[in-house]
């Protein structure tokens, strides 16, 4: 698989195979989905073990890469599909650039497009990527990052106080 790297206004620059763009460490596009139950909950999943990075951390409800020449919006709304089974609209909420590394060696240095959607029924996780998943509120989320920040993965931690001001000033159903 390919991802577009960009620099740090978004604007695409190339393309690269993903695991080498997480050797070498460069500026890719990516995008995370936050989801929403309409009691104000939020989904989240925990990444199956075998992943490349993060395996076993919970996360937001969805991440990935959007493709060369596919648009991100698209791309985030298929692989919300693909992975949790869920089809719903999205919104774009916003962007951050975050730098982690990790113990084996790879770094997301990612350009990262944040979406928000509201979603009730039921979800249908693929099992190559997600173990488990569980909706949470907000205080339940931040009090859980507080106590045992271990347990998320590191881009979740980072825009997870961005959603929390996000939300202070939109509405996204």
């Given at each position: 698989?390919y991802?577009?790297?960009?620099?740090?206004?978004?604007?695409?620059?190339?393309?690269?195979?993903?695991?080498?763009?997480?050797?070498?460490?460069?500026?890719?596009?990516?995008?995370s989905?936050?989801?929403?139950?309409?009691?104000?909950?939020?989904?989240?999943?925990?990444?199956?073990?075998?992943?490349?990075?993060?395996?076993?951390?919970?996360?937001?409800?969805?991440?990935?890469?959007?493709?060369?020449?596919?648009?991100?919006?698209?791309?985030?709304?298929?692989r919300?599909?693909?992975?949790?089974g869920?089809?719903t609209?999205?919104?774009?909420?916003?962007?951050?650039?975050?730098?982690a590394?990790?113990?084996?060696?790879?770094?997301?240095?990612?350009?990262?497009?944040?979406?928000?959607?509201?979603?009730?029924?039921?979800?249908?996780?693929?099992?190559?990527?997600?173990?488990?998943?569980c909706f949470?509120?907000?205080?339940?989320?931040?009090?859980?990052i507080?106590?045992?920040?271990?347990?998320?993965?590191?881009?979740?931690?980072?825009?997870?106080?961005?959603?929390?001001?996000?939300?202070?000033?939109?509405?996204?159903?």
């Open positions: 698989m991802v577009i790297l960009v620099d740090e206004h978004d604007v695409p620059v190339g393309v690269m195979g993903k695991m080498e763009v997480h050797q070498k460490a460069l500026l890719h596009r990516a995008f989905i936050f989801i929403f139950n309409d009691r104000g909950e939020m989904l989240l999943h925990k990444r199956a073990d075998k992943k490349y990075h993060s395996g076993g951390l919970w996360t937001n409800a969805c991440c990935s890469h959007p493709r060369p020449g596919e648009d991100t919006m698209e791309a985030a709304e298929k919300l599909r693909e992975e949790m869920i089809a609209p999205l919104k774009k909420a916003f962007a951050f650039i975050y730098k590394g990790f113990d084996n060696g790879l770094t997301e240095y990612e350009f990262d497009h944040v979406f928000v959607g509201n979603y009730n029924g039921e979800i249908i996780p693929d099992q190559e990527e997600v173990s488990d998943y949470k509120t907000m205080e339940e989320v931040r009090s859980s507080e106590s045992h920040p271990q347990k998320y993965t590191e881009w979740f931690k980072i825009a997870f106080p961005k959603m929390e001001a996000y939300l202070e000033t939109a509405s996204f159903n």
